[in-house]
Structure formats: C-alpha cells, structure tokens
C-alpha cells in the first residue's frame, strides 16, 4: 500500500508525478521550495533545460558557469484534506495573511512598523 502524500515529510520530482492531475512525463521538473513548511509541500515548478543546465553547468567564458534554474509556478500542496471547496479557500485567506507578514516581496506588501523613538547610541568601546 502506497503511503499517503500527505503526511511524507518531503516530496521529491517521483512523488509529484505519481499524482492523479500531473501530466507524465511532462517539459518540467519538480523540485522543493525551502520554504515548504508544516502547513503545505511548496515545490517549484521548473523548465527542464533549465535544471538540467544547474545540475550540469554551462561553459561561458572558458569557465564553468552552473546558473540557478528560476522557477516558472509554485505547486502548494497542503497536507490538510479539506472537506469542502469552502474550507480549502479559507485556508488560502489565511496563508496569504500569513504571508502578507512574513514575506517581502511575492506580491505581497510586507508589515512595515515605525518606530516611536530613536535607537540608543553608546560611546565607543562602552560594554552593554
């Protein structure tokens, strides 16, 4: 019996195509997000040219160049089973809340605080 996606710890390219909605063999490659965290598996959706050149690296210049492969989507994956479209949506508003705090840049405006005074200044050399 295959062991359930949801609670593996984390996913690599197989796990993602044995899925029911993934076209094998398809154009990309599927690799973790370091992001990926208790709520969701967050994988990057990548060209495949493009993996291929990070894992076997490019001559430019005389030298050997091993460029990052940018992703072109991210898969969210979460690990919860949702009992509705309803609940599923909900879970989205509030990972996007989340987000909205922890993340700069993503589209999402970072939470910006001012501060009320200046920060201390100590003379040189003064142990705190």
Same mark, same amino acid.
């Given at each position: ?16 195509? *044995?899925?029911?909605? #993934? +076209?094998?063999?398809?154009?990309? %490659?599927? $690799? ?22 990070? *894992?076997?690296?490019? #001559? +430019?210049?005389?030298?050997?160049? %091993?460029? $990052? ?6 898969l969210r994956l979460f690990r919860t089973r ?43 050399g003064q142990l705190i």
């Open positions: 019996m295959q062991k359930d996606i949801r609670n593996r710890p984390s996913l690599r390219h197989d796990d993602i195509l *044995e899925l029911n909605f #993934i +076209r094998s063999p398809g154009g990309y %490659f599927y $690799r973790r997000h370091y992001r990926a965290g208790l709520r969701s598996h967050i994988m990057e959706v990548l060209k495949r040219e493009d993996w291929e050149q990070e *894992e076997k690296g490019v #001559i +430019r210049d005389k030298l050997m160049w %091993f460029p $990052r492969a940018r992703p072109l989507k991210m949702f009992n509705n479209r309803d609940d599923a949506e909900e879970e989205l508003r509030r990972v996007k809340v989340i987000l909205s705090y922890l993340v700069n840049g993503f589209g999402f405006s970072p939470c910006v605080t001012t501060r009320t005074r200046p920060l201390p200044t100590y003379p040189k």
